[in-house]
Protein backbone atom coordinates (compact mmCIF):
# COMPACT_ATOMS: atom_id res chain seq x y z
CA UNK A 1 0.00 0.00 0.00
CA UNK A 2 1.34 2.95 -1.07
CA UNK A 3 0.82 6.50 1.08
CA UNK A 4 -1.37 8.33 -1.63
CA UNK A 5 -2.90 5.11 -2.67
CA UNK A 6 -6.70 6.40 -4.49
CA UNK A 7 -5.66 9.52 -4.63
CA UNK A 8 -5.52 11.88 -7.79
CA UNK A 9 -2.73 14.70 -8.20
CA UNK A 10 -2.14 17.73 -11.16
CA UNK A 11 1.18 18.01 -11.32
CA UNK A 12 1.78 21.50 -13.90
CA UNK A 13 4.79 22.11 -15.70
CA UNK A 14 5.44 18.32 -15.70
CA UNK A 15 6.85 16.96 -19.23
CA UNK A 16 10.12 17.23 -17.85
CA UNK A 17 12.49 18.37 -15.29
CA UNK A 18 11.52 19.04 -11.69
CA UNK A 19 7.80 18.52 -12.87
CA UNK A 20 8.62 15.06 -13.78
CA UNK A 21 10.28 14.19 -11.00
CA UNK A 22 7.27 15.47 -8.85
CA UNK A 23 4.53 13.25 -10.95
CA UNK A 24 6.75 10.22 -10.74
CA UNK A 25 7.13 10.81 -6.82
CA UNK A 26 3.96 10.59 -6.33
CA UNK A 27 2.67 8.10 -8.52
CA UNK A 28 5.46 6.00 -6.39
CA UNK A 29 3.62 7.13 -3.74
CA UNK A 30 0.14 5.52 -5.40
CA UNK A 31 -1.13 8.26 -6.69
CA UNK A 32 -2.52 8.28 -10.26
CA UNK A 33 -0.94 11.78 -11.79
CA UNK A 34 -2.27 14.35 -14.20
CA UNK A 35 0.36 15.47 -16.57
CA UNK A 36 0.35 19.16 -17.68
CA UNK A 37 2.04 21.12 -19.55
CA UNK A 38 2.33 23.46 -23.01
CA UNK A 39 4.66 20.87 -24.89
CA UNK A 40 3.80 17.52 -23.69
CA UNK A 41 6.99 16.16 -25.38
CA UNK A 42 8.88 19.00 -23.51
CA UNK A 43 11.89 16.82 -22.20
CA UNK A 44 13.42 16.87 -25.86
CA UNK A 45 13.98 20.33 -25.62
CA UNK A 46 17.19 19.38 -22.71
CA UNK A 47 17.54 15.68 -24.13
CA UNK A 48 16.19 14.55 -20.55
CA UNK A 49 15.83 10.58 -20.97
CA UNK A 50 12.26 9.48 -19.90
CA UNK A 51 11.98 5.43 -19.46
CA UNK A 52 8.79 5.01 -21.60
CA UNK A 53 7.56 7.24 -24.46
CA UNK A 54 5.68 9.58 -22.77
CA UNK A 55 5.63 10.68 -18.98
CA UNK A 56 2.06 9.69 -18.73
CA UNK A 57 3.43 6.34 -20.27
CA UNK A 58 6.26 6.09 -16.99
CA UNK A 59 3.37 6.76 -14.14
CA UNK A 60 1.19 3.81 -15.99
CA UNK A 61 4.35 1.63 -15.89
CA UNK A 62 3.82 2.21 -11.81
CA UNK A 63 0.24 0.68 -12.25
CA UNK A 64 -1.41 3.79 -11.90
CA UNK A 65 -3.63 5.93 -13.80
CA UNK A 66 -2.49 8.85 -15.86
CA UNK A 67 -3.98 11.67 -18.38
CA UNK A 68 -1.99 14.91 -20.52
CA UNK A 69 -3.23 17.80 -20.81
CA UNK A 70 -1.41 20.15 -22.80
CA UNK A 71 -2.77 23.62 -21.65
CA UNK A 72 -1.73 26.93 -21.07
CA UNK A 73 -2.04 27.17 -17.44
CA UNK A 74 -2.08 31.34 -18.07
CA UNK A 75 -5.13 30.93 -19.47
CA UNK A 76 -8.30 30.55 -16.67
CA UNK A 77 -11.01 29.05 -18.76
CA UNK A 78 -8.69 26.45 -19.63
CA UNK A 79 -7.30 25.72 -16.69
CA UNK A 80 -11.29 25.43 -15.42
CA UNK A 81 -12.16 23.13 -18.35
CA UNK A 82 -8.89 21.06 -17.33
CA UNK A 83 -9.71 20.43 -14.11
CA UNK A 84 -13.17 19.80 -14.68
CA UNK A 85 -12.47 17.07 -16.97
CA UNK A 86 -9.75 15.58 -14.71
CA UNK A 87 -12.48 15.28 -12.05
CA UNK A 88 -15.03 13.89 -14.62
CA UNK A 89 -12.54 10.95 -15.23
CA UNK A 90 -10.48 10.72 -12.26
CA UNK A 91 -13.50 10.96 -10.02
CA UNK A 92 -11.94 13.48 -7.86
CA UNK A 93 -8.52 15.84 -7.31
CA UNK A 94 -6.54 15.49 -3.96
CA UNK A 95 -3.19 17.11 -4.79
CA UNK A 96 -1.93 19.90 -7.20
CA UNK A 97 1.73 20.77 -7.26
CA UNK A 98 2.08 23.91 -9.10
CA UNK A 99 5.34 23.76 -10.88
CA UNK A 100 4.60 25.44 -14.19
CA UNK A 101 7.11 28.70 -14.95
CA UNK A 102 10.96 29.70 -14.80
CA UNK A 103 13.03 32.68 -14.80
CA UNK A 104 12.18 32.28 -19.17
CA UNK A 105 12.78 34.54 -21.37
CA UNK A 106 15.79 37.06 -22.68
CA UNK A 107 15.22 40.92 -21.63
CA UNK A 108 16.94 43.59 -22.74
CA UNK A 109 17.63 44.17 -18.30
CA UNK A 110 16.51 42.34 -15.68
CA UNK A 111 17.01 45.35 -13.41
CA UNK A 112 14.21 46.47 -10.92
CA UNK A 113 14.29 49.91 -12.32
CA UNK A 114 14.05 49.40 -15.84
CA UNK A 115 12.64 46.38 -16.43
CA UNK A 116 10.41 46.14 -19.92
CA UNK A 117 6.60 46.23 -19.10
CA UNK A 118 6.05 43.19 -21.82
CA UNK A 119 8.50 41.28 -20.13
CA UNK A 120 7.25 42.03 -16.59
CA UNK A 121 3.77 40.67 -17.64
CA UNK A 122 5.15 37.72 -19.33
CA UNK A 123 6.76 36.44 -16.17
CA UNK A 124 4.01 37.64 -13.74
CA UNK A 125 1.68 35.31 -15.86
CA UNK A 126 3.68 31.99 -16.09
CA UNK A 127 4.58 32.44 -11.99
CA UNK A 128 2.54 33.46 -10.33
CA UNK A 129 -1.02 34.03 -12.33
CA UNK A 130 -1.02 30.52 -14.12
CA UNK A 131 -0.58 29.09 -9.74
CA UNK A 132 -3.48 31.51 -8.94
CA UNK A 133 -5.66 29.91 -11.80
CA UNK A 134 -4.90 26.59 -11.09
CA UNK A 135 -5.54 26.96 -7.06
CA UNK A 136 -8.76 28.72 -8.21
CA UNK A 137 -9.95 25.92 -10.59
CA UNK A 138 -9.20 22.95 -7.53
CA UNK A 139 -10.49 24.62 -4.56
CA UNK A 140 -14.07 23.83 -5.10
CA UNK A 141 -13.48 20.03 -5.81
CA UNK A 142 -11.33 20.34 -2.63
CA UNK A 143 -14.06 21.54 -0.71
CA UNK A 144 -16.61 19.99 -1.52
CA UNK A 145 -14.28 16.44 -0.88
CA UNK A 146 -13.36 18.40 2.69
CA UNK A 147 -9.59 17.66 1.71
CA UNK A 148 -6.80 18.39 -0.22
CA UNK A 149 -3.36 19.67 -0.61
CA UNK A 150 -1.79 22.00 -2.44
CA UNK A 151 1.72 23.54 -3.10
CA UNK A 152 3.30 25.72 -4.61
CA UNK A 153 5.93 26.14 -6.12
CA UNK A 154 8.25 29.52 -5.11
CA UNK A 155 11.85 29.44 -5.88
CA UNK A 156 15.00 31.15 -3.73
CA UNK A 157 14.67 33.68 -5.47
CA UNK A 158 11.82 35.23 -4.10
CA UNK A 159 13.57 35.24 -0.53
CA UNK A 160 16.19 37.40 -1.05
CA UNK A 161 16.95 39.88 -2.98
CA UNK A 162 20.86 38.67 -4.81
CA UNK A 163 22.05 42.35 -3.52
CA UNK A 164 21.87 43.86 -7.05
CA UNK A 165 18.45 44.47 -8.61
CA UNK A 166 18.59 42.09 -11.34
CA UNK A 167 15.62 39.47 -11.91
CA UNK A 168 13.19 41.52 -10.61
CA UNK A 169 10.24 39.92 -12.60
CA UNK A 170 10.92 36.53 -11.57
CA UNK A 171 12.18 37.33 -7.87
CA UNK A 172 8.52 39.52 -7.28
CA UNK A 173 6.42 36.70 -9.14
CA UNK A 174 8.23 34.04 -6.64
CA UNK A 175 7.78 36.41 -3.71
CA UNK A 176 3.87 36.94 -4.37
CA UNK A 177 3.93 32.93 -4.66
CA UNK A 178 4.69 32.55 -1.32
CA UNK A 179 2.25 35.69 -0.32
CA UNK A 180 -0.59 33.58 -2.25
CA UNK A 181 0.01 30.85 -0.16
CA UNK A 182 -0.23 32.13 3.07
CA UNK A 183 -3.31 33.58 2.19
CA UNK A 184 -5.14 30.52 0.23
CA UNK A 185 -3.85 28.66 3.19
CA UNK A 186 -5.91 30.93 5.75
CA UNK A 187 -9.37 30.94 3.48
CA UNK A 188 -9.25 26.73 2.69
CA UNK A 189 -7.80 25.65 6.29
CA UNK A 190 -11.66 25.01 7.78
CA UNK A 191 -12.79 23.35 4.90
CA UNK A 192 -9.50 20.62 4.96
CA UNK A 193 -7.28 21.92 2.65
CA UNK A 194 -3.21 22.28 3.74
CA UNK A 195 -1.38 25.13 1.11
CA UNK A 196 1.88 25.05 1.47
CA UNK A 197 5.07 25.99 -1.29
CA UNK A 198 8.38 24.88 -1.70
CA UNK A 199 11.40 27.52 -2.74
CA UNK A 200 14.00 25.63 -4.55
CA UNK A 201 17.64 26.80 -4.65
CA UNK A 202 20.51 25.58 -7.52
CA UNK A 203 19.07 22.04 -8.85
CA UNK A 204 20.26 19.93 -11.32
CA UNK A 205 17.49 20.36 -13.29
CA UNK A 206 17.83 19.20 -16.96
CA UNK A 207 17.42 22.87 -17.80
CA UNK A 208 19.63 23.76 -15.21
CA UNK A 209 22.35 21.83 -16.65
CA UNK A 210 21.81 22.90 -20.18
CA UNK A 211 22.60 26.16 -18.94
CA UNK A 212 25.34 25.38 -17.38
CA UNK A 213 24.91 24.85 -13.52
CA UNK A 214 26.93 21.58 -13.34
CA UNK A 215 30.44 23.10 -15.10
CA UNK A 216 33.17 23.39 -12.90
CA UNK A 217 32.93 26.85 -12.90
CA UNK A 218 29.49 27.00 -11.47
CA UNK A 219 29.89 24.40 -9.54
CA UNK A 220 33.70 26.15 -8.18
CA UNK A 221 31.29 29.50 -7.62
CA UNK A 222 28.54 28.32 -5.52
CA UNK A 223 29.52 25.61 -3.75
CA UNK A 224 31.23 27.26 -1.11
CA UNK A 225 27.92 29.50 -0.81
CA UNK A 226 26.07 26.00 0.05
CA UNK A 227 26.32 24.71 3.69
CA UNK A 228 25.45 21.21 2.50
CA UNK A 229 28.34 21.55 -0.30
CA UNK A 230 26.09 20.25 -2.88
CA UNK A 231 23.94 21.04 -5.56
CA UNK A 232 20.15 19.66 -5.43
CA UNK A 233 19.04 16.77 -7.56
CA UNK A 234 15.36 17.08 -8.49
CA UNK A 235 14.68 14.14 -6.14
CA UNK A 236 15.57 16.52 -2.97
CA UNK A 237 12.58 18.87 -3.88
CA UNK A 238 10.64 15.52 -4.36
CA UNK A 239 10.93 14.43 -1.39
CA UNK A 240 9.92 17.15 0.58
CA UNK A 241 6.49 17.45 -1.76
CA UNK A 242 5.88 14.17 -0.39
CA UNK A 243 6.09 15.81 2.93
CA UNK A 244 3.62 18.20 1.97
CA UNK A 245 1.15 16.20 0.04
CA UNK A 246 0.76 13.20 2.72
CA UNK A 247 -0.14 12.98 6.28
CA UNK A 248 3.56 14.01 7.71
CA UNK A 249 2.44 17.13 7.49
CA UNK A 250 -1.16 16.93 8.54
CA UNK A 251 -0.71 20.12 10.68
CA UNK A 252 1.97 22.35 8.32
CA UNK A 253 0.07 24.88 6.02
CA UNK A 254 0.92 28.45 4.98
CA UNK A 255 4.32 27.67 4.86
CA UNK A 256 7.42 27.88 2.62
CA UNK A 257 10.49 25.69 3.00
CA UNK A 258 13.24 26.63 1.27
CA UNK A 259 15.12 23.56 -0.40
CA UNK A 260 18.47 25.01 -1.03
CA UNK A 261 21.06 22.96 0.94
CA UNK A 262 21.28 25.85 3.33
CA UNK A 263 21.84 28.85 0.86
CA UNK A 264 18.83 30.61 2.06
CA UNK A 265 18.86 30.41 5.70
CA UNK A 266 16.18 31.41 8.03
Same mark, same amino acid.
Given at each position: MGKLDGQVALVTGAARGLGRAYALHLAQLGADVVINDIDLDAAQEYDEALTAETVMAEVENFGRRSLGFEVDVTQRDAVFAMVGEVVDKLGRIDILVNNTGGALGRPKSSMASDTEEEYYNYIMEINLTSAIFCCQAVSTPMKEAGYGRIVNVSSQAGLWSRWSGAGMAYSVSKAGVVQ?? *? #???? !???????????????? $?????????? &?????? *? !?????? $?? #? *? &??????????? @??? #? @??????? @?TGQCIPVCGGYVSF
Amino acid at each position: MGKLDGQVALVTGAARGLGRAYALHLAQLGADVVINDIDLDAAQEYDEALTAETVMAEVENFGRRSLGFEVDVTQRDAVFAMVGEVVDKLGRIDILVNNTGGALGRPKSSMASDTEEEYYNYIMEINLTSAIFCCQAVSTPMKEAGYGRIVNVSSQAGLWSRWSGAGMAYSVSKAGVVQYT *R #LLAA !ELGPHGINVNCIAPGY $ILSSRGIAGG &RNSPET *R !ERLLPQ $IP #L *R &RLGVPEDCAKV @VEF #L @VTDLSDY @VTGQCIPVCGGYVSF
